[in-house]
């Protein structure tokens, strides 16, 4: 009975998130009470647990405490196996608490050391919730350092697992997790994507601490958009709700929130007031984050209210906990030179955990003498048996066994170079990223349009590409030969000599910079010596917002115009970027625009797209009733309207080739 009281103990612990704050604290007073009263070590500690996650103790001496106590009673005497696994699992939930706090606190090193010991002894008993909320961590540490690919690894390892056991509070927190990852990189439709997903799982299983966690991160992507009110509204609403449920930590977070906006908006005792508390909320939790980010809040407060001499002791604060908080950066390298044995080697050296090992493995073998006593003869007779088989087997083991080995070497290899292969390609998307113009930038020269890029792959044979000449704005949507690393390979070429014609020829017509284009691409090529025919379809606009003056000059691909309700197809000259059979020049059209009009170019890959009941492609009339049938809607409507059309018709067919559109409207 003891057993189970603690197992269901435990598991509450880990399932139960916090509640109203009296009522929380009326459940720690009664486990309290139990506690005292208590006899039996495993009720103990299964109380104290309880304690610690109900009221989130942000101590890791408390912990450390519980996790001493675990490894005390694994070295004791006459352990069976359920004690065994009851106990080693909550010793992995100790030091999963430990490295949570430890990383809060700004020390990484630490941190990670822990989680690493949680995962390993949550593997060893074979918890996969565990093992999810482990690996879910490690990938948190990963992605505070700025190691996209190893975060999502981690991510995308914990949700896989979370999606396997139903875990929906899980699910929830790996999808808020990766729906920031897409957030760093500036892919802001899907971290918006990914954000609500989290939320409205959240919402479902009532889990009011995760209902405003996701609110505050969808908040503060709104925030950066320029969306103010509509992120103060969703901070305010996440504060009301951990208020309510006491959680310090997500309260001082808010509180900054709603302060960065205030201050925007002009409110500056409102900023004051809600950044003074977050400073000393997260000063009782030791936290150096919020601190850091609410001493820089007031700081600016001050400056604004002439208070010079506050305003540089909370600026010296700022400075103290930024650095401390930055710390990190130097582990790094140690961090990811040593992870793979450091902890392994900390573990052994570890001589309780040691004498954890060695009391199992006794009681495993005794288990197995027990066990042989009662098949003595049967296996004596067995035995005879395999000595007379083993000779006329003996040469073809061997040979199988040499074989097994040749295979095994060969498979280790091959995934080996996949994983190399991998992450030289994920590391050449970062590259490809890199010279793709910017959300903000776009966002500054294109401000009433949008722009939806779909990669095949990894990386992309298609690009957009956006410069700036006095009042003109050149942009494009591009498709160069093939996709994946070979597509990619030649957009890094043509997006070059796009750049070269603009700035270095100065040329601001779309025909005669493809004219010039066209010639460096092909100089670039055969240099190699080798008979390249790759190139690109192109669609380039200089517009003039000023005059709404459109000039456009496109290599296959065409232009969409939608004037009063009515469509204009601007046609592309038949001929690509590159070597082709004829080279003629390329036509320039030059187009009045008025208010109101909105312009589309895109390459083929939205219309090539196979999928519906039928398994066809979707094809250019469709597309083009699709734009036409929805100019009432706003361009970041149609974006998201794009976008999900696409994917409903491609359902669970493969995409077939990278996609690009870019809508503006005058």
């Not at 304690?51 to 005497?77: H, K, M, Q, V």
């Not at 409903?648 to 559109?661: I, N, T």
Request: aromatic share 8%; glycine share 6%.
């Amino acid at each position: 009975m003891q057993i189970i009281s603690f197992i269901v103990l435990f598991f509450l612990s880990i399932v139960v998130n916090a509640q109203y704050a009296p009522e929380q604290q009326r459940e720690i007073d009664s486990l309290t009470r139990l506690l005292e009263i208590a006899e039996d070590d495993t009720t103990k500690i299964g109380l104290r647990f309880h304690i610690g996650e109900t009221g989130w103790i942000f101590r890791t001496a408390y912990w450390d405490s519980i996790s001493n106590d675990c490894i005390r009673l694994l070295t004791g005497p006459n352990l069976g196996r359920q004690k065994i696994k009851v106990y080693r699992t909550s010793l992995g939930a100790t030091f999963n608490n430990t490295g949570f706090i430890y990383n809060n606190q700004g020390n990484i090193s630490q941190a990670l050391k822990y989680f690493h010991r949680s995962l390993k002894l949550y593997k060893d008993v074979k918890d996969k919730k565990g093992v999810a909320r482990a690996s879910n961590n490690i990938g948190l540490i990963y992605h505070e350092q700025g190691n996209i690919p190893m975060a999502l690894k981690y991510y995308h390892k914990a949700l896989k697992i979370r999606e396997q056991i139903g875990n929906k509070p899980g699910i929830a927190n790996s999808l808020n997790n990766i729906g920031f990852i897409y957030e760093s990189q500036d892919n802001v439709p899907m971290a918006l994507m990914y954000l609500k997903r989290s939320l409205s799982i959240y919402e479902d299983i009532g889990d009011k601490q995760g209902v405003a966690s996701s609110s505050n991160s969808i908040g503060v992507i709104l925030e950066r958009q320029g969306n103010i009110v509509e992120a103060r509204s969703l901070h305010e609403q996440a504060l009301i709700i951990q208020e309510e449920i006491g959680d310090k930590d997500g309260i001082a977070n808010s509180l900054i929130n709603i302060a960065e906006i205030a201050l925007i908006q002009g409110d500056v005792k409102l900023a004051s007031s809600y950044s003074i508390r977050a400073l000393k909320l997260s000063k009782e939790l030791g936290f150096p984050s919020p601190i850091s980010n609410a001493s820089k809040l007031l700081s600016q407060i001050a400056k604004k209210e002439k208070k010079y001499k506050i305003g540089w002791e909370h600026f010296e604060l700022f400075i103290k906990m930024r650095d401390s908080v930055r710390n990190k950066e130097t582990e790094k390298a140690v961090v990811e030179q040593d992870l793979k044995f450091e902890f392994d080697k900390q573990i052994i050296a570890d001589s309780l955990l040691r004498a954890e090992e060695e009391k199992i493995k006794e009681l495993e073998h005794k288990q197995e003498i027990n066990q042989q006593k009662t098949l003595i003869y049967a296996s004596v007779i067995i035995l005879l048996l395999v000595l007379i088989f083993s000779v006329v087997v003996f040469n073809r083991l061997k040979i199988s066994n040499r074989q097994k080995g040749i295979i095994g070497q060969q498979k280790l290899m091959v995934e080996l170079k996949n994983q190399e292969i991998t992450d030289s390609i994920t590391y050449a998307k970062r590259i490809q990223e890199a010279i793709l113009p910017t959300g903000s930038s776009l966002k500054r020269h294109l401000k009433n349009g949008f722009v939806l890029f779909k990669p095949k792959d990894i990386v992309a044979g298609d690009f957009y590409w956006l410069e700036v000449m006095d009042d003109i704005v050149l942009y494009a949507a591009a498709d160069c030969t093939g996709h994946g690393v070979p597509g990619a390979m030649v957009s890094v070429v043509c997006h070059g000599a796009l750049n070269r014609a603009v700035r270095e020829f100065k040329l601001t017509e779309p025909a005669q910079i493809l004219n010039k284009v066209r010639e460096l691409v092909i100089e670039t090529f055969k240099t190699s010596g080798e008979d390249i025919k790759d190139g690109m379809d192109i669609a380039l606009c200089a517009l003039n917002f000023t005059t709404k003056r459109l000039n456009f000059s496109g290599a296959n691909n065409s232009l969409y115009v939608i004037s009063n309700g009515k469509m204009k197809e601007i046609k592309a000259d038949k001929q690509p970027i590159g070597r082709y059979v004829t080279s003629d020049p390329f036509t320039n059209h030059e187009i009045q625009l008025k208010e109101g009009d909105a312009i589309y170019v895109f390459t083929d890959g939205y219309a090539d797209q196979f999928g519906g009941e039928k398994g066809k492609k979707f094809k250019y009339l469709p597309f083009r009733d699709l734009l036409l049938n929805n100019q009432d809607k706003t361009m970041d409507e149609q974006k998201s309207l794009l976008d999900k059309t696409f994917e409903d018709w491609k359902g669970s067919l493969e995409q077939v080739d990278d996609v690009c559109v870019i809508g503006v409207r005058i």
